[in-house]
């Protein structure tokens, strides 16, 4: 884990909201591209299982892209997320017009991203997470670096991570017991 913020003594009750870089975070950052140039994504199935269960837990949660990409849009669609932002050349402006239409501050923000457009985020976030592949550069503004690489768990892990600080994992696992 990285210093970039203290998470020995953070307050893991301030959050309220997930939001998650797509390319690289939510896929291994490869851009398929089929002969007739149709952009195709390969997301985890756990990494959306982890969605699912972050929104269980009444977590807002969101997505955040420099590109478009139908792919994406279309699998935010199908894990019903909050809200998603693609094209997006001003991701710290745009995340602040968020939080200021859902009542929160950047306190309240867990966010991941993996690049050099993701670093104003990573600063301010209450708490920030990047992945192994990352820059390191990028990785040093990060809370946390997860063990899992972008699209291969990383989403699952920190959203277990971030579950489980808030102690809604223990609450789900006792459906189980």
């Known amino acids: ?30 851009i398929y591209m089929s002969e007739s140039g149709e952009e195709i994504k390969c997301f985890f199935a756990h990494d959306g299982a982890g969605i699912k269960l972050a929104k269980k837990f009444n977590l807002i949660v969101g997505f955040i892209s420099a590109r478009k990409s139908c792919a994406a849009k279309k699998r935010s669609e199908e894990l019903g997320i909050d809200f998603y932002i693609e094209g997006c050349t ?25 690049d ?42 920190m959203i277990d991570f971030i579950l489980e600080k808030k102690g809604f994992l223990d609450e789900l696992l006792k459906e189980f017991s």
């Not at 998470?7 to 997930?18: A, E, G, M, T």
């Not at 001003?90 to 993996?114: A, R």
Request: charged letters at 20%; zero cysteines; a neutral charge.
């Open 1 to 30: 884990m990285n210093n970039a913020n203290n998470i020995k003594n953070f307050n893991y009750s301030d959050i309220k909201i997930l939001i998650f870089d797509i390319d690289g975070i939510l896929t291994d950052g490869k």
């Open 90 to 114: 001003d991701k710290f402006n745009s995340v602040k017009t968020i939080l200021i239409n859902y009542g929160l501050n950047f306190q309240n923000v867990f966010y991941m991203g993996d």
């Open 116 to 157: 050099i457009v993701d670093i104003e985020l990573l600063k301010y976030a209450g708490l920030s997470a990047s992945v192994p592949e990352a820059p390191v550069y990028v990785k040093n503004f990060a809370s946390i670096t997860a063990k899992n690489r972008g699209g291969q768990g990383a989403v699952r892990e």
